[in-house]
């Protein structure tokens, strides 16, 4: 049974790093048939997929446009886990973060099957 | 991007009642190389991560039941519930994978 486990803070001011950590257990980052995923949920911008890294022969990353400046995903096999860090918060910021997986077989991409339980991330002076 | 427009945004049953959401993708999102639809369903309840429940637009999760079902294909889409349990009670949201950027519809609250 796959488990993602989230950790990091919840509060920031504006200007500051958000740093995240998806521990995963039942499965590896190093996996070469899932992608490691980081989304977000807020009223204003729903479901919102920030970006993605994955192991395909060698490490690769890819990135939602509206994030792309500012973020950064860090796998880490020697934990087994995967980090998320946005740079330069403001109050738009806000939201509750996720990780989760996506699963590949030989029938394709499949949707998010394993989700973290989620972060509530503030960003307020 | 791939816009995904749900509706309705809100829908209010009553128990044993069939329910219906819509969702249309602003382009098609069927593989032509495996014939699949990269579209999902998620039940997101409150304080809780949304929960997978139909993959390729029509294939349920291991473990959801059989009340769930989806179908559509290209750009439209629909996920039913057959006879509503109190405990479908949630937000539902559609989510195309097709583009390396997946999105997801605005979302449909279901009330009972």
């Known amino acids: 049974q796959v488990q993602l486990q989230q950790s990091g803070p919840g509060l920031l001011k504006p200007s500051q790093t958000l740093s995240l950590i998806c521990a995963i257990s039942g499965d590896s980052v190093s996996s070469d048939s899932a992608t490691w995923n980081w989304i977000r949920q807020s009223p204003s911008r729903g479901l919102e997929w920030l970006g993605k890294t994955y192991y395909r022969s060698k490490w690769n990353l890819e990135f939602a446009p509206s994030v792309r400046s500012r973020i950064t995903i860090k796998p880490d096999t020697s934990n087994n886990q995967f980090s998320l860090q946005l740079n330069s918060v403001t109050p738009e910021d806000t939201a509750v973060y996720y990780c989760a997986r996506q699963p590949y077989n030989s029938g394709g991409w499949h949707g998010y099957d394993y989700w973290g339980q989620g972060t509530l991330v503030s960003v307020s002076s | 991007d791939i816009v995904m427009t749900q509706s309705p945004d809100s829908l209010a049953m009553s128990l044993g009642e069939r329910a219906t959401i819509n969702c249309k993708s602003s382009q098609s999102i069927l593989l032509s190389s495996n014939n699949k639809n990269y579209l999902a369903w998620y039940q997101q309840k409150p304080g809780q991560p949304p929960k997978l429940l139909i993959d390729w637009a029509s294939t349920r999760d291991s473990g959801v039941p059989d009340r769930f079902s989806g179908s559509g294909s290209g750009t439209d889409f629909t996920l039913t519930i057959s006879s509503l349990q109190a405990e479908d009670v949630a937000v539902y949201y559609c989510?195309?994978?097709?583009?390396?950027?997946?999105?997801f519809g605005q979302g449909t609250k279901l009330e009972i």
């Open positions: 989510q195309q994978y097709f583009h390396n950027l997946h999105t």
